[in-house]
């Protein structure tokens, strides 16, 4: 298997990012706010410096790309990482927060993982290899754009209401992007549009649901690089991406 060592490292830390979070997530969590409004925990910095010492004494000559901390991110292979997606459903004690982490190489993800600390459940993925939940391949659905599609976190800034109500599609919100992908790539739910710019957040489950046999894209359909700012994120099982793309467009007139 290709990335045979990447693999087993991110499962690693993983497991050291998950013991982490168990720590923290009934105990003084240290909340405070971020310039762009939003929370961050000792939780999640600990994580992210955790990531940057492993990678640091195991891969010296690659780089971490982090929400909360980076080092030397202008390397071609880069970690990038989010500690711990959907930080208010780790306050809350909503279990629905996700580690991830991807090994991008040349803005490309390779190697990707999502681990929720809670369940147990680690999402994987090797690029041409496919993807799995512990050893069970993963597989996304084959529902078609109408009653039957499942769309997942569809605000209303993002996604016309109406244009989902046209077509009965349901509609389900929840915490973590990372989460949601996870959904999709075993096929639990259709898709999922966001409107953020973080790389920590997607590369990862881009790689998961793409070897699931989704895809993932930029709001403007557009393929994007993980080792920079990106242009949000639509995730589908594919067969209603251009939906998806379509209603973007129209929210955008």
Known sequence: MAYEKELAFAK???????????????????????????????????????????????????GVLGEELIYKSEREKLWVCDPIDGTPAFIYHIPTFMFSLALVIDGVPTVGLAFNALTGDTYTAVKGEGAFRGDQP??????????????????????????????????????????????IAEGSVDGRVWDGNGAHDIAAVKLIVEEAGGKV?????????????????????????????????????
């Not at 009934?26 to 706010?33: G, K």
């Open 12 to 62: 690693k830390v993983a497991g050291e990012a998950g013991l982490i979070m168990q720590k923290y997530y009934r105990a003084d969590q240290q909340v405070e706010t971020k310039s762009d409004d939003t929370p961050v925990t000792i939780a999640d910095k600990e994580v992210n410096q955790l990531i940057i010492d492993r990678v640091k004494a195991e891969f010296p000559d690659h």
């Open 138 to 183: 993963l597989r996304v659905s084959s529902r078609a754009w109408g009653k039957t599609s499942r769309v997942i976190g569809a605000f209303k800034n993002i996604l016309p209401e109406q244009g989902l109500i046209e077509r009965g599609v349901k509609t389900i919100v929840g915490y973590s992007v990372v989460f949601k992908g996870c959904l």
């Open 217 to 253: 894209t930029g709001l403007d359909g557009n393929e994007q690089r993980y080792d920079r700012p990106i242009n949000g994120a639509v995730m589908s099982n594919g067969i209603i991406h251009e939906e998806l793309l379509n209603l973007i467009r129209r929210k955008v007139k």
